[in-house]
């Protein structure tokens, strides 16, 4: 049965610029109505596109004990990646894009709830569905300012392995602009290149990286607050000393670290030139929760250690105070990528995992 719902699943296009209307519909056709109060968190997103959270719960109560967390958007994928919405089986892996994330653990959940007597839940149990996490965790944040999620046990699905994830590191994300005077290139020294002042800036970047890698935390791998120059833009023609130079740096904050760090660290690096940083996002780290009741659970019935993950996941943004983990089928190294797959036989397992943590936990 997984099988056959994460290949539905997988043949709705879902990449984060398109509608996730189709997937949370999908998803909800397995819920008895009756049974589960559902409540949806609609919005726009600044293209105009409908976008959806949902909230489900069976018995109808305000307080889970045990939620389920899944996000319903993909990244996007190579064109010539021919069969990325037309999932296959072959040598007992499944293909397609959002096969490894996270559609997978959703199947998984979906086909769970399928052996599940609702009428015999003692505990309430809750299915939320979140869009554009692909795109900075934006359904999450959504539904956490409305208060909307609360349970004392929490599972977020990513691909981890089938190993229970404890913590997680955040994100941050900036663009520094640096400013020079455009001249002829013939007569450069009318002018001030923003990009060779730019190139100077990435050096000390690359310093402050190796300053935020002195301090460890050897749960992680790597065990320090990573940082990495992705893009540089630059210049407006070849024949013109460049008037500016934008640089996108990003970094992974691991848990306990002040988050201003970082921060405080670019700053100081563009002392001395004329350029401007411009914080875009900082999401914190998942800290792990006091409480490891879950944790204990989790690790027994799947025979797999706890652990932590360099990624940043909608853990950060959901824990409102119960024990939350982050556990799915599949490995993050083949995801986000053409060809992305998960295995039939961890779906499987999969399923019946969150089938005993539910009985466990709700009934």
């Not at 021919?82 to 296959?88: E, I, L, Q, R």
Request: hydrophobic share 45%; proline share 6%; aromatic share 6%.
């Amino acid at each position: 049965m997984v099988e056959r719902i994460l290949s539905d699943l997988v043949a709705i296009p879902s990449v984060s610029a398109l509608s996730n209307v189709p997937v949370v519909n999908y998803a909800l056709s397995f819920l008895n109505s009756e049974a589960w109060k559902i409540r949806r968190f609609p919005y726009t997103d600044a293209a105009g596109t409908a976008k959806l959270n949902v909230v489900a719960m069976a018995p109808k109560r305000a307080r889970a004990e045990l939620a389920l967390v899944c996000h319903t958007d993909t990244v996007p994928f190579d064109p010539g990646w021919a069969d990325a919405v037309n999932p296959s089986i072959r040598g007992g892996k499944l293909f397609g894009r959002g096969s490894c994330d996270v559609k997978g653990y959703l199947a998984c959940v979906l086909a769970a709830l399928q052996k599940i007597d609702c009428v015999r839940l003692k505990k309430p149990l809750a299915l939320v569905l979140t869009a554009d996490e692909e795109i900075g965790c934006v359904g999450a944040k959504y539904l956490a300012r409305k208060k909307a999620v609360r349970a004392r046990y929490t599972i977020v699905g990513e691909p981890t392995e089938l190993r229970p994830v404890r913590g997680g590191k955040g994100y941050g994300l900036a663009e520094i602009v640096v400013r020079g005077t455009e001249a002829h290139s013939a007569f450069p020294g009318s002018g001030r290149s923003a990009i060779f002042d730019a190139a100077r800036v990435v050096s000390r970047l690359e310093r402050v990286a190796k300053k935020l890698a002195t301090r460890k935390n050897r749960d992680f791998d790597p065990p320090y607050t990573t940082l990495n120059v992705g893009l540089i833009h630059g210049g407006s023609a070849k024949n013109i000393v460049a008037g500016e130079c934008r640089i996108t740096v990003e970094w992974r904050p691991v848990p306990g670290q002040d988050p201003a760090w970082a921060v405080k660290l670019l700053r100081e690096a563009l002392a001395g030139f004329d350029a401007k940083l411009e914080i875009k996002r900082i999401d914190p780290p998942f800290e792990p929760s006091a409480a490891h009741g879950l944790a204990d659970l989790l690790e027994g019935i799947s025979g797999n250690a706890c652990t932590t993950v360099s990624f940043g996941t909608e853990a950060a943004h959901l824990n409102a105070g119960g024990e939350i983990l982050v556990f799915g089928p599949g490995v993050m190294t083949v995801a986000h990528k053409s060809g992305e797959f998960v295995r039939v036989a961890d779906l499987r397992k999969c399923a019946a995992y969150l089938q005993a943590v539910i009985e466990r936990i709700c009934y």
